[in-house]
């Protein structure tokens, strides 16, 4: 059997339907053997970046392995971003690169290059991978194999590399007669003793939070930790990551919190006796730039897959008062045994004091709708998450359209809400569509609604064209305000509005998007102003196929609220009436 057959014939056992490729001289046996095993599909985006992009959401959507294969030189170094984007959000993709002959290799690091297109990727990726190595043996390749597949889904998930030199590729191989890997004993090394704390910790507050981050869904355990909530009738918060976990009229969730979070979930934290953070590593986003000041009063604990994501605080950052090394199945798997029936509702009057601030304070008041010229952000994806079915995926970008789309979507039922949350590059959104829609089932009904900046749409243009050779039911909408806008909005607060390569005036270049679409055979559809919002939003859902919707977004479009680097509480907002803040100050001290 020839080795590149036996690398695809293994993708396909471990579920693997769709592979995302671009081909090249040092993986063209790869790439054949793709194409020749009918098992499997091979997608060929127009940029290696755009591969990894598709690859890790198709990961995300099948909760299964993502997979792609370029070449060698170039073509694994543009893999870079993408497999930092799967490193830092645990996502298991495997990237399989091509690799020049053997004989070709260099034979030590002094010498730059040997072969054409030669690139040591393993030392590049190293640091972002949870494995990365070179077959230099045919008879390893299902050890190595096996290996990557374990390294990538085991413990905390995450990208792997194997790259593979072209005569291995066209090696013949037994596949009887090649060693397996051995993966390591499981040995357990969590103590749940310490989840009676948590319990006892929870009964005994007066002003609780639950967060929840990405790593319940990771886990699979969203209807535990559902059930934790629900258990206790514990004020519910989101990080951006686990937003789609539960539905936005949930009536534990509070909402979202953080730099960019509204209001009611910021207030709600820092104003708590005791915060319970799951699967979250509570990164500088959810806390603030200084650390010291997130729930200055309150007792925090924390339970996370990842030890080093537990220890790494340091004397200025959040301090934990109990911290779990655990896997969250096994975590719940122990509260569910120290459940008893008639658990007392403790909180009914905490959670209408967060619901009562949020109602106070909406990320998308009233008088965001009055605005004359150009559509504000807040009330185009207000009006998107009232149009969007339940079911429907929803890929959102960087920058200001990220940001205030988690600010202002109001997620339903089944839906998914998805971006690179850690690494959050632009242009992931609309490559991580085309993932997402070959991940559906052929006779799905949902759309695929990918939100995406004009800055972000510059860097992945390319793949409009796969997106209309398979007429996949993508909806383009492009925040449009003719710059970078949340750069605008730092050089604003640090650099009194001198604006540098921020928009057309300060040196970018933008498409004529109008045109665009049409160039490549999209249905093109524009959004001027509030009064044709909900009719065209509407008549872009309905369409059938992919569709590009120019939204001409305010041009002094901001992100509000967006705490300050470095502020504390009661910098929230610099807008807040004084009185406000003397109140919700006065909850901290008791």
């Known amino acids: 059997m020839k080795l590149s057959d036996y690398v695809i014939e293994f993708l396909v056992q471990r579920?693997?339907?769709?592979?995302?490729?671009?081909?090249?001289?040092?993986?063209?046996?790869?790439?054949?053997?793709?194409?020749?095993?009918?098992?499997?599909?091979y997608v060929c985006p127009e940029h290696e970046q755009n591969?990894?992009?598709?690859?890790?959401?198709?990961?995300?959507?099948?909760?299964?392995?993502?997979?792609?294969?370029?070449?060698?030189?170039?073509?694994?170094?543009?893999?870079?971003?993408?497999?930092?984007?799967?490193?830092?959000?645990?996502?298991?993709?495997?990237?399989?690169?091509?690799?020049?002959?053997?004989?070709?290799?260099?034979?030590?690091?002094?010498?730059?290059?040997?072969?054409?297109?030669?690139?040591?990727?393993?030392?590049?990726?190293?640091?972002?991978?949870?494995?990365?190595?070179?077959?230099?043996?045919?008879?390893?390749?299902?050890?190595?194999?096996?290996?990557a597949v374990y390294a990538a889904t085991s413990g905390r998930m995450g990208p792997v590399l194997v790259d593979i030199p072209d005569d291995i590729q066209r090696a013949e191989i037994d596949p009887d007669k090649l060693r397996?890997?051995?993966?390591?004993?499981?040995?357990?090394?969590?103590?749940?003793?310490?989840?009676?704390?948590?319990?006892?910790?929870i009964r005994s507050a007066k002003r609780p939070v639950l967060i929840l981050g990405a790593g319940v869904r990771l886990s699979g355990t969203i209807l535990e930790a559902l059930k934790f909530a629900e258990y206790f009738r514990i004020p519910l918060l989101l990080t951006w990551g686990a937003t789609d976990i539960a539905e936005y009229s949930h009536e534990l969730n509070m909402g979202g919190l953080g730099v960019c979070g509204p209001r009611g979930g910021n207030f709600a934290a820092q104003t708590s006796d005791l915060v319970v953070a799951l699967g979250t590593r509570l990164s500088q986003m959810i806390t603030g730039g200084k650390q010291n000041l997130f729930a200055p009063n309150?007792?925090?604990?924390?339970?996370?897959?990842?030890?080093?994501?537990?220890?790494?605080?340091?004397?200025?950052?959040?301090?934990?008062?109990?911290?779990?090394?655990?896997?969250?199945?096994?975590?719940f798997a122990?509260?569910?045994?120290?459940?008893t029936p008639g658990e007392k509702d403790r909180f009914m009057e905490w959670r209408q004091q967060i619901n009562e601030w949020r109602r106070i304070y909406p990320t998308c008041p009233q008088s965001n709708y009055e605005k004359k010229e150009g559509v504000d952000a807040y009330v185009f994806v207000k009006e998107l998450s009232k149009a969007a079915n339940e079911g429907d995926m929803i890929f959102t970008d960087a920058g200001g359209n990220l940001s205030q789309t988690m600010?202002?979507?109001?997620?339903?039922?089944?839906?998914?809400?998805?971006?690179?949350?850690?690494?959050?590059?632009?242009?992931?959104?609309?490559?991580?569509?085309?993932?997402?829609?070959?991940?559906?089932?052929?006779?799905?009904?949902?759309?695929?609604?990918?939100?995406?900046?004009?800055?972000?749409?510059?860097?992945?243009?390319?793949?409009?064209?796969?997106?209309?050779?398979?007429?996949?039911?993508?909806?383009?909408?492009?925040?449009?305000?003719?710059?970078?806008?949340?750069?605008?909005?730092?050089?604003?607060?640090?650099?009194?509005?001198?604006?540098?390569?921020?928009?057309?005036?300060?040196?970018?270049a933008f498409a004529d998007f109008d045109k665009i679409?049409?160039?490549?055979?999209?249905?093109?559809v524009i959004i001027r102003n509030h009064e044709e919002l909900k009719a065209k939003l509407d008549q872009v859902l309905d369409m059938r196929g992919p569709v590009l919707c120019n939204v001409k977004i305010a041009v002094d479009q901001r992100i509000v609220p967006m705490l300050k680097f470095g502020a504390g509480l009661e910098d929230l907002d610099p807008k807040l009436p004084?009185?406000?803040?003397?109140?919700?100050?006065?909850?901290?001290k008791g």
């Open 517 to 524: 679409g049409p160039a490549f055979g999209l249905p093109t």
């Open 180 to 201: 397996e890997f051995v993966p390591p004993s499981a040995h357990a090394n969590s103590d749940f003793s310490a989840v009676k704390d948590i319990f006892a910790a």
């Open 51 to 147: 591969a990894g992009a598709a690859a890790d959401a198709y990961s995300r959507i099948t909760e299964n392995l993502g997979a792609v294969l370029t070449t060698s030189g170039p073509g694994a170094t543009n893999l870079v971003t993408s497999v930092c984007n799967s490193y830092f959000d645990s996502i298991p993709v495997i990237f399989i690169t091509g690799q020049v002959a053997t004989f070709r290799i260099r034979p030590n690091e002094r010498l730059r290059q040997k072969g054409f297109q030669e690139t040591d990727v393993i030392s590049i990726f190293k640091s972002i991978t949870k494995y990365a190595t070179q077959l230099r043996k045919a008879e390893d390749i299902k050890c190595v194999l096996q290996e």
């Open 334 to 339: 122990e509260c569910e045994r120290l459940y």
């Open 407 to 508: 600010q202002a979507f109001e997620v339903k039922k089944r839906q998914r809400l998805i971006s690179a949350w850690n690494h959050s590059p632009m242009g992931y959104s609309l490559p991580a569509c085309i993932g997402a829609a070959f991940a559906l089932s052929k006779d799905s009904s949902n759309n695929i609604l990918c939100i995406i900046g004009d800055g972000g749409l510059m860097l992945c243009l390319e793949e409009l064209s796969v997106i209309v050779k398979h007429k996949l039911p993508i909806k383009i909408f492009i925040f449009n305000n003719h710059g970078h806008g949340i750069q605008k909005q730092t050089l604003d607060t640090w650099l009194n509005s001198h604006y540098v390569a921020v928009d057309e005036a300060s040196g970018l």
């Open 298 to 331: 309150a007792k925090k604990i924390m339970a996370d897959i990842d030890p080093e994501e537990l220890n790494k605080f340091g004397p200025n950052d959040v301090v934990l008062d109990l911290k779990i090394q655990c896997d969250l199945r096994e975590f």
């Open 578 to 588: 004084r009185e406000d803040i003397e109140s919700i100050m006065a909850i901290v």
């Open 15 to 41: 579920g693997v339907r769709h592979v995302f490729l671009i081909s090249g001289g040092a993986v063209a046996h790869l790439v054949d053997s793709a194409a020749r095993n009918p098992k499997i599909t």
